[in-house]
């Protein structure tokens, strides 16, 4: 991965590959065991004249991420269209850790060979999926005994050379970062203890963005 991938004006395609498309005890949803996103795909009916739905999959079909040859069409199918690279949605409750097989597999056998960064859903993991209070299947909090220990796992996907780095700095993406450990406006603290840590395992303390959506908070 080259140090200067998001050097000058160039943009950069960096999708994010959502992990509720495998099944998991985790992702009940509306009383159907076993849901995963394609559930809702097929379910979608045009509400208007020339809507198109449901969209069905074409090149890939309903794939399935643990399946190692889907991961590999996946990432042939991006460098196609010219794609910089996949973020994998990570989500970390208290050292639990959900959905995580696809990106496990990922990390430890080297394929697909194609550039891939973090970005942490942390928000409350919910019946109905909407991060708020209700219905919470794995409640997010922070502290920094956990902290410690989320970095430590975070390293080894830091140190793969896969991994995307902006300036020689990895990029991690928080998804609600004025949530994290009482910090109401930013991510220091996590931010702070990563710097003595990566010093020690050899990489720079991680460029981190938040992630911005419409109608968020």
Not at 42 to 62: E, V
Not at 135 to 151: G, P
Not at 164 to 179: C, D, G, T, V
Request: charged share 25%.
């Amino acid at each position: 991965m080259p140090e200067s991938l998001f050097a000058g004006d160039a943009h950069e395609l960096l999708p994010f590959i959502c992990r509720s498309f495998i099944r998991s005890r985790k992702t009940t949803r509306g009383g159907v065991k076993g849901f995963t996103e394609w559930t809702n795909v097929t379910k979608a009916r045009p509400l208007f004249r020339g809507h198109y739905q449901p969209h069905l999959p074409a090149d890939l079909g309903f794939y399935d991420l643990r399946v190692a040859e889907s991961r590999e069409a996946q990432a042939d199918l991006a460098r196609q269209y010219g794609i910089t690279g996949f973020c994998y949605y990570h989500y970390w409750f208290s050292g639990k850790r959900l959905l995580h097989r696809p990106f496990d597999e990922v990390l430890t056998s080297g394929r697909p060979d194609f550039p891939f960064c973090l970005c942490w859903a942390n928000e409350n993991w919910t019946r109905i999926w909407d991060g708020g209070g209700s219905e919470v299947l794995m409640k997010q909090t922070y502290s920094e005994q956990d902290d410690l220990a989320h970095i430590r796992w975070l390293a080894n996907a830091f140190a793969d050379p896969r991994y995307i780095r902006i300036e020689n700095k990895p990029l991690f993406i928080i998804y609600r970062a004025h949530q994290a450990a009482g910090h109401p406006k930013d991510d220091s603290d996590l931010a702070r203890r990563m710097s003595p840590f990566g010093n020690r395992r050899s990489f720079p303390v991680p460029r981190r963005h938040r992630y911005r959506c419409i109608a968020s908070e």
